[in-house]
C-alpha cells in the first residue's frame, strides 16, 4: 500500500490543522493506520493510531484531548485533527499503515508499522 500525507502548514499556537492521509493500493480498513511525527534532531514519536478491527484507537499523552484520528474508509483516507495546537508540535508528521493482527498495546511501536508516507511539515507559531 502506498500513502500520501497532506494537510500540514504554518499556523499560530491556538489554531487548528487537519492532516490527510490517502492510501493507494490497498484499504486503510485493512490495516492499523498510525501518525507518528519527529522534529528535528529528535526520535520518532507515537501520535495516535487506529486498530484496523473495530477501530479503536489510542492517542498520545501530549495531544490527548486536543488531536484526534478518523478513518473514512470510502476515500480510503484517514484523518489526523489537530486542535490547541503548541509550539511543540512543530514536526513532520508521517502516517503509517501495519498489517493485520497488530494487538492494541503494540499500535505505538513505530517498528510493527510496514508502510510510511512521506511525511506533511507542521510548524507551530508562539
Known amino acids: 500500500v502506498q500513502l500520501q500525507a497532506s494537510g500540514g502548514g504554518l499556523v499560530q499556537a491556538g489554531g487548528s490543522l487537519r492532516l490527510s492521509c490517502v492510501a493507494s493500493?490497498?484499504?486503510?480498513?485493512?490495516?492499523?493506520m498510525g501518525w507518528f511525527r519527529q522534529a528535528p534532531g529528535t526520535e520518532r514519536e507515537f501520535v495516535a493510531a487506529m486498530r484496523w478491527s473495530g477501530g479503536a484507537t489510542r492517542h498520545a499523552d501530549s495531544v490527548r484531548d486536543r488531536f484526534t484520528i478518523s478513518r473514512d474508509n470510502a476515500k480510503n483516507t484517514v484523518y489526523l485533527q489537530m486542535n490547541s495546537l503548541k509550539p511543540e508540535d512543530t514536526a513532520v508528521y508521517h502516517c503509517?499503515?501495519?498489517?493485520?493482527?497488530?494487538?492494541?498495546?503494540?499500535?505505538?511501536?513505530?517498528?510493527?508499522?510496514?508502510?510510511w508516507g512521506q511525511g506533511t511539515l507542521v510548524t507551530v507559531s508562539s
Open positions: 493500493g490497498g484499504t486503510v480498513s485493512s490495516y492499523s
Open positions: 503509517a499503515a501495519a498489517p493485520r493482527g497488530l494487538i492494541f498495546s503494540s499500535l505505538s511501536d513505530y517498528a510493527r508499522y510496514t508502510y
